[in-house]
């Protein structure tokens, strides 16, 4: 067998999928449409490896139809013609567009009318955020479903699976697994099964037998199959995610020497991307107003790290790890969107301001749109005393400043003067 193991052991129905229980669980969305045998086009996106390709197989086959596979940036025109010709020869066929947000105007404009009249059911894959990257016209005609990172557990299981299928799968090796390989691979490529898949089958079929016949896996060859080193936590599958969540506590906490262990755990696994969204999200989350220029010294350390790589990019992060530990912390500002967040999904929200609204077109006025309006530069001290909220709620408050820093305490006493005028 020639094909990779990922591609041999994608499912064929959607019982067989790996994770995505809020999609494909008895009784969510579409395991409703594969049941009920009515299908609509789709989008799914999420990171790689993690089921898109499955899902559209696995559909598919649960119905019957004719799946056929396109890349929206590498396949021309002509390719989309063929399949819409075998659509009107044979009835529906479900097209996995992988690549979707890359699809241009002329292939958009000869696939929307098979999508509107069924024809062509289209699962458009993409890592990129649809409502940013895909055009309205195709979004419009499709539901969009976001794909959750597997877990561990998911990927073992699906390793498991792999090495007892005798048709697809490893099952015909003697293959023996050292303690935590399984675990080592889930862990190490951060939800993508299908890197997992083909590193197991690269440790299988690289690894002389020994002198029992038996093909042994250990944590060293699985390392030499990712090109990547063990955490010495290995042996416990939760202590990596623990290392990330103790990362950022222990920053948060103002405890440097706890965070520069943590940080030396993550740099030792290789994991620079993990570890620079954890360092900025943490800069904005718990440093926030409290050291706005803190928290630009992070960014560009971060900035820096990415750029030069490891074993240098150490240096910049250990420097942000350092300044962030001891700066003073304010979640204020996470605090306050989120309540705003809360209102806005509780429906607490009401009517703009006849004044604030949209003034630029004929006939505004008529409808009061604008009216009213005072321009602040115009005012002392360019500020004048209006009503911005909505009426239902124009007494809201939601920022409340954390008095830890002079930076912050200026903001207090800002707001304070104009919340009394």
């Known amino acids: 067998m020639n094909k990779p193991l990922a591609y041999r052991m994608r499912p064929k129905t959607i019982d067989n999928i790996v994770g995505q229980t809020h999609l494909v669980g008895e009784g969510k969305i579409i395991w409703r449409m594969v049941k009920a045998k009515q299908?609509?086009?789709?989008?799914?996106?999420?990171?790689?490896?993690?089921?898109?390709?499955?899902?559209?197989?696995?559909?598919?086959?649960?119905t019957q139809y004719a799946f056929r596979m396109l890349n929206a940036a590498t396949d021309k025109k002509k390719d989309l013609e063929i399949v819409v010709e075998e659509a009107?020869?044979?009835?529906?066929?479900?097209?996995?567009?992988?690549?979707?947000?890359?699809?241009?105007?002329?292939?958009?404009d000869?696939?929307?009318?098979?999508?509107?009249?069924?024809?062509?059911?289209?699962?458009?894959?993409?890592?990129?955020?649809?409502?940013?990257?895909?055009?309205?016209?195709?979004?419009?005609?499709?539901?969009?479903?976001?794909?959750k990172p597997l877990t561990?557990?998911?990927?073992?299981?699906?390793?498991?699976?792999?090495l007892t299928d005798k048709e697809n799968g490893l099952g015909t090796y003697p293959i023996t697994i050292a303690d935590n390989v399984l675990d080592y691979f889930a862990r190490s490529t951060q939800g993508d099964l299908r890197s997992a898949l083909n590193a197991l089958e690269l440790a299988a079929k690289s690894t002389e037998p020994d002198g029992a016949g038996s093909i042994i896996i250990t944590k060293e060859t699985a390392e030499e199959c990712l090109q990547r080193k063990a955490l010495n936590h290995d042996k416990d599958g939760d202590a990596h995610y623990n290392a990330i969540s103790a990362f950022q506590k222990s920053i948060r906490g103002s405890d440097v020497h706890a965070a520069l262990h943590y940080l030396a755990r993550l740099i030792e696994a290789g994991e620079l991307k993990i570890i620079i969204r954890r360092l900025i999200v943490t800069a904005y989350e718990d440093i926030g107003l409290a050291n706005p220029a803190g928290v630009a010294r992070v960014v560009t350390a971060a900035e820096a790290a990415e750029k030069i790589g490891f074993p240098e990019a150490r240096i910049p992060l250990a420097n942000a790890v350092i300044?962030?530990?001891?700066?003073?912390?304010?979640?204020?500002?996470?605090?306050?969107?989120?309540?705003?967040?809360?209102?806005?999904?509780?429906?607490?929200?009401?009517?703009v301001p006849a004044h604030l609204?949209?003034?630029?077109?004929?006939?505004?006025?008529?409808?009061?749109?604008?009216?009213?309006?005072?321009?602040?530069?115009?005012?002392?001290?360019?500020?004048?005393?209006?009503?911005?909220?909505?009426?239902?709620?124009k007494n809201k408050r939601y920022y409340y400043p954390a008095v830890t820093s002079k930076f912050e305490s200026a903001l207090e006493k800002q707001l304070s003067k104009y919340e009394n005028k």
């Open 39 to 62: 299908l609509s086009s789709m989008i799914l996106y999420g990171p790689p490896g993690i089921g898109k390709t499955s899902i559209a197989s696995a559909i598919a086959g649960s």
């Open 88 to 108: 009107k020869m044979s009835g529906t066929v479900v097209l996995l567009l992988d690549e979707v947000h890359r699809l241009d105007k002329p292939k958009q």
């Open 110 to 147: 000869f696939l929307l009318p098979h999508l509107e009249n069924g024809r062509i059911v289209l699962i458009g894959a993409t890592t990129e955020n649809p409502y940013i990257s895909i055009h309205p016209a195709i979004r419009s005609r499709a539901q969009i479903f976001e794909l």
């Open 152 to 162: 561990a557990d998911h990927i073992i299981a699906a390793l498991n699976r792999a």
């Open 323 to 351: 300044e962030m530990c001891l700066s003073p912390k304010s979640n204020s500002a996470i605090s306050a969107v989120d309540a705003a967040l809360g209102d806005v999904r509780n429906g607490f929200s009401g009517d």
């Open 357 to 393: 609204k949209d003034a630029h077109y004929s006939g505004a006025e008529k409808l009061g749109s604008g009216v009213g309006y005072q321009y602040p530069h115009n005012h002392e001290s360019h500020w004048v005393k209006q009503q911005y909220l909505p009426d239902s709620i």
